[in-house]
T-cell receptor, first 115, second 113 residues
């Protein structure tokens, strides 16, 4: 069975600090997809990134970067120079290939950026 | 291109009433997924539908809950005889095909009094 663990329930950092959100996953499949979604206080879910299991290259998008390490089954998310608008709950999710397209979500990390 | 639409955004029901939640997928998307988020928890998968077909309902409670995605019109998640424990945010997502990214709607917040 697939499982996603986000051990950090809540994190608070001062604005402009860097912060890393951890995500550890379990799956029996060799082909799978990993995702990060952001849920701001307004409540909607915003897609951030999708990664397949064969692509271990780190990705950078502006202040956001993602570190995928198959050896440790981790897909961590770093925000550099954090801003107040980054305050949200961040969810990591996993889907397996073929016949199991549903997303399995972690319990989320609530990130608060202190001005 | 409009995103995933859900309505109503907020719904209040008394115990024993029925709740109907609607989801219109993004244009060109024929795959719809429903998830439930209980207060202070992550999202849990409920059901996956394509047009006129239920593909996976393994996360759906066996009683009182049903879902459909007709040939025409939005997908509907129906909860009969609601109880207080049904109070949650219900999110719909859509994708153009399996394994493609799922894009989420704004959710429907259901409150059962």
């Amino acid at each position: 069975a697939q499982k996603v663990t986000q051990a950090q329930t809540e994190i608070s950092v001062v604005e402009k600090e860097d912060v890393t959100l951890d995500c550890v996953y379990e799956t029996r499949d060799t082909t799978y997809y990993l995702f990060w979604y952001k849920q701001p206080p307004s409540g909607e879910l915003v897609f951030l990134i999708r990664r397949n299991s064969f692509d271990e290259q780190n990705e950078i998008s502006g202040r956001y970067s993602w570190n995928f390490q198959k050896s440790t089954s981790s897909f961590n998310f770093t925000i550099t120079a954090s801003q107040v608008v980054d305050s949200a709950v961040y969810f990591c999710a996993l889907s397996e290939q073929w016949g199991n397209e549903k997303l399995t979500f972690g319990t989320g990390t609530r990130l608060t950026i202190i001005p | 291109n409009a995103g995933v639409m859900q309505n109503p955004r907020h719904l209040v029901r008394r115990r024993g009433q029925e709740a109907r939640l609607r989801c219109s997928p993004m244009k060109g998307h024929s795959h719809v997924y429903w998830y439930r988020q209980l207060p202070e928890e992550g999202l849990k998968f409920m059901v996956y539908l394509q047009k006129e077909n239920i593909i996976d309902e393994s996360g759906m409670p066996k009683e009182r809950f049903s879902a459909e995605f007709p040939k025409e019109g939005p997908s509907i998640l129906r909860i009969q005889q609601v109880v207080r424990g049904d109070s949650a945010a219900y999110f719909c997502a859509s994708s153009p095909s399996p394994q493609e990214t799922q894009y989420f709607g704004p959710g429907t917040r259901l409150l059962v009094l």
